[in-house]
């Protein structure tokens, strides 16, 4: 299961491709290499075949990937996409998770609290706009005069809060594009099975395959109270995948960092990647002693867990390849290659010569404030909900009053519904939960800042980071909506007037966070945009545009075909089946099959194939995208990469890097034989035999 | 604060010294260079003086050091080193790290469950023994005749169980020398502060200098129910440490890796230490989480939770010098010379040039089965003390059967009287504590080997670890000793009729643990002694004994200074006050001053110098050892190194790698002006003035 955070992107940085191998590639939908595919699979999909798969994909605003499968507005993605609404949909007493949902009507629909699709509907070149307004500037300058054309751009684009206008940089700063997004705000939950078959396995199966998952839901975009027209959309195919056959998947793969120059890798090797990992592990930990105190503590912190450790697996994947030393050897020659190549001509050493120097020594730069910037500001709050929404406050009341284009990007004209409908939302606040994430950020400040830092000191006074996190947290009045309101309403002033403890944390907090990361933006982020734009143009002049840019959480199509792979010596074949499934489960989580499935063993044909690999290319972000055939029809659904697909964030192993999808005749299988949804199947096509 | 795991003794490796820098070196009390202190610091230690000082320290052997500091069997050392005895002296109603402890009388000095204090009294060169018995071998082959010629040598030698011997293992295998020591297992503990003032500023200060802790405690041991003869003995300074002035450490720095390869450095770097801070940090966060539900669970779960974030934060801090680009270059600088200079004697390339990569490939070959090494063997149970009594019983029950000579050297005849120790121990069991800590390691022994992995399988069967763990702990009566002795008596039959929970589940580990552990040692440890012999020997060629082999957890000395160093640019002090420390207590955990401190405010003196630095080179394992003068007087104890001394595993960095001590003048006037400990300042010749 692959998910993408949102603050994970808020830095990413931009990067530079290296190498061609068969079927890499995550391509953008005006560059597809249409003559490849066609030259590899003897299908060659034309403009207006690309047209109709963008129209047909989304993109869910929270990190994942869908698509439009009937003209009323079903959206398909993944279980584990839809979990966060049905987390906040559940209580105590009624468990859509635990139990599973299907809306038997339209009426029974229930709206997800915080969730956004988007449809792209246009892509304009804007590179002269952008290139133009930051030429010859550095640092501060630089990034200052970015970030207002962009915001300029994306303003005069976002007309109606109905659209999600982005300025995406492409090759590096090689290209920028205009995307022009049609925004949905009300979604809501058609079906989701029970977690215990959609995520059946659990954390020991995650990234693994031979798999047994039906990680499906169904959800649906209204617009003004109805279902939304979403016309072209995906059909189903009669006869699913096949071994050999050519598949096509669209979505938005979060970020990889393949054209990253070795200073960059050698930061995420060395501390990036474990670092992370540490403070993640802990909380981890934390969190699962938390869901052992009995049933509804598991229920609290089982989306949070969920995500985590999602997280944490792909992460670790990531580190061991690039710590595996033939991984490493073949990223060195790749830069060494491009680095002598370009001594070779003198024109090219001149002009961008000294560029991956200049990209170490901003990396140098960065580790030591690394801590800082982490701490401050890239994962301020650990994930506290409540410490969330009031930093958000605090920044948007005081950016609101700068001009457009002088505001953090976050908080500009164009992303207000984004952050209007976080702030909004009427999702649940567990305090014990707030509780234990607070205090064990606030452990972790003072950890690796010292109590002697001047931000921690502000913070804890003289009080542990356990009492302070529970007098904000118990004293908060955030967990209303309407405080929220009243607090965004009123402005600074009612931010600095406030005595709110959560606003007053996020208020102390917020003057070092911001310190260091204008520091990170102007002596780091500047200088790796404008040399990897530097080291971009040299790749160009040398290798022209037969690679695919960098992976940037925007829509994207990848090809490759239904095929095993060897792993440890051994052929794994490309399909498991329901004969699978019910030996593997053991009754006890997360092997455990629910009621439903164990009733419906007899009717369900043991043949029935259940998950497949493709040799796609995708990386996290692609969750719930579907698997195409030539037809543009649906073949199956994303919902995982392999274990030997963790690397895909630096480089693309073709041999063993899959796609784990859920076959689309599991999918119609399930829906006809477990959970009888009629009304689903009608309207996907799939009316009963 | 600084301890050694014994855990990671056992699979300690024998590794290769590179530099030596001024004041580096852990010297054996037999190869000590004398002319070089002399000529540094004009005073040159004589054969007579070093017999003094290795006869009045002390080896603790659960990983720390100490000093005999009365004729009657004193003990001093640190806090932390005894802490595991006040944690098991401790209840719920009296908790004596709480409220710290002071025997009034003699009678009143409680005995230790698990302490052993040792004295090292001979050593013998037996390097003619050893390396004959090897010669020509390889693998397995050498694996045994080196086990059963250690065997043998200190079967000979252990002729009562108060005599403990060691085959120690120097210069990679250049040398070998039999260590005899006086061993005493009936302990007592005489004073410790409260852990709040021991440990003041707890994990945030830890490795950290200016510092403020009374990190000592004093105990005695006995010998017949009387206190034991100890000459000779450590007398106090009159005057204390002096800026400047030299000093010395006597003691048992655990392992050190300076002279190992660099395909054993990174291994080191890139997988055995983040691999472990992984799981170590989710531990961390299970534990923590455990804490909060009370003061109890806190109680409970205090010493084992001090001993991971102490672990934790060394080996972060050993993981951030590696990544280090300027101290890796300086390691491979010094391996790449070596290489060189045996490159160009055709004789030594002859004999010793193929060593490194006979390391390497070693190397390679364990991280194909790294996890299952580190999961069956080197981290089975991760701490849960009822299923090491059990994984215990079933292996020396197995092993007594076998000849001495061919058992695992840790249930071999001389080392009996440790492993009884360990399991006749009457220290608690929590079951709560023990329930989480083996369903962690359940948890992670399925995710890190796979749910199909047939030990994992063997093990869980179609249960849930959480399950299993709760079935083991409450049902085994292992938590009775009688019990322990029975099965131990009634050998390999009674532990195969065993029904106990936890005994079948040790019964069935066993198997794939020793195993795993066969190839390991096989395969890897072999090769790796063999080839550090190797190079060993090449080194001797080319650079004599002039530097200290590596530290082996047994005896050595080093020599400094009292001098402070430069960090981010400043100038760092070498001495702390009282001062400072008043100033810094919050009165919250882990900056909370213990009542007794409070009240004595008034009458000790603020310029009383509390904690000081010393350019002394330690490792983890010399806490609790002395600071002497040259007239080998207590000045001081070591208790820590400052987060500079972090790579000091690596190699020494003389300008900024820093002893941290208390002042023997701090412990003079606490007790006292704090704690009126008349008896104990009379026995150290401290009597009022």
Known sequence: MKRLSCVALLFAVVAAPFLVHADEGMWTFNLFPSDVVAKKYGFKPTQAWLDRVRLGSARLAEGCSGSFVSPDGLVMTNHHCAHNCIAQLSTAKKDLSKDGFFARTLADEPRCPTMEVDRLTDIRDVTKDVQGATQGLQGEAFEDAQRAVFAKLEAACATRDDLRCEVVTLYQGGRYDLYTYERMQDVRLVFAPETDIAAFGGDPDNFEFPRYDLDVSFMRVYRDGKPARTEPYFRWSKEGPKEGAVTFVPGNPGSTSRMDTLAQLAYQRDHSLPENLFWRSELRGRLQEFARRGPEFARMSEERLFGLENGLKSMKGGREALVEPAFWAHLSDNERALRAKVGQDAKLQQQYGDAWDATAKAMDTLKTFRRELRMLEQNAGMGSQLFDVAATLVRATEEAGKPNEQRLPEFTDANRPATEQFLFSPAPVYPELEELVLGFYLTR??????????????????????????????????????????????????????????????????????????????????????????????????????????????????????????????????????AGLYPRATGQEPFKLPPSWLRAKAKLPPETPLNFVTSNDIVGGNSGSPILDAQAEIVGLAFDGNIQSLGGNYGFDAAVNRTVAVDSRAIEAALRQVYGAERLLKELGLSTP
Do not use: C, W
């Open 445 to 578: 400040l003072r950890e690796d800042l010292s109590p002697d830092h001047p931000a921690v000191k502000a913070v804890l006074g003289t009080d542990s980071p356990g009492v302070v996190a529970k007098r904000a947290v118990r004293g908060s009045q955030l967990k209303t909506v309407a405080v929220r309101k009243k607090l965004l309403a009123g402005g600074p002033a009612a931010i600095a007037a406030s005595k709110d403890p959560m606003v007053v944390l996020a208020r102390t907090l917020d003057g070092p966070a911001r310190a260091v990361r204008k520091r990170y933006e102007n002596e780091v982020v500047a200088v790796l945009k404008r040399n990897g734009e530097r080291i971009g143009h040299a790749r160009f002049a040398l290798y022209g545009t037969s690679v695919a840019p960098d992976a940037t959480f925007t829509p994207r199509l990848s090809y490759g075909s239904v095929q095993g792979y060897t792993a440890d010596g051994k052929q794994v074949a490309p399909f498991t089946t329901v």
